[in-house]
């Protein structure tokens, strides 16, 4: 199992970004993928949740409408569109892969439902 988490860096208020997770050793389409951020001094927390098996996504109420997650099976990344970012984005950010039974469960958003982790990047939003 390895996930590689990159794309991070500094942008204004406003700005966009997009993280990428390249995956390798194992099948997407088993697989549930989630977005995490962290903060020192706070809890890892879930963001945004895709599975490919029957293509459920779920993005948390602070960052609906402005981040989308996708999955792009054939190159075994998923990535996640960040628009309108705020300084509250601001968050080392991990992704995390989960085995998850087509038909059974929705889309897992807290950090103890996640099996495997990639390294963070670093997401910062200031002026």
């Known amino acids: 199992f390895q996930l590689q988490a990159s794309g991070g860096g500094w942008v204004q208020p406003g700005g966009s970004l997009t993280l990428s997770c390249a995956t390798s050793?194992?099948?997407?389409?088993?697989?549930?993928i989630g977005w995490f951020r962290q903060v020192p001094g706070k809890e890892r927390e879930g963001v945004s949740c895709?599975?490919?098996?029957?293509?459920?996504?779920y993005h948390v109420d602070s960052v609906k409408g402005r981040f989308t997650i996708s999955s792009d099976d054939a190159k075994n990344t998923v990535y996640l569109q960040m628009n309108n970012l705020k300084p509250e984005d601001t968050a080392v950010y991990y992704c995390a892969a989960t085995y998850v039974v087509t038909g059974f469960g929705g889309c897992p958003i807290f950090k103890y439902e996640y099996d495997a982790w990639g390294q963070g990047t670093q997401v910062t939003v200031s002026s």
């Open positions: 895709i599975r490919s098996d029957d293509g459920n996504t």
């Open positions: 050793g194992f099948n997407l389409a088993h697989y549930a």
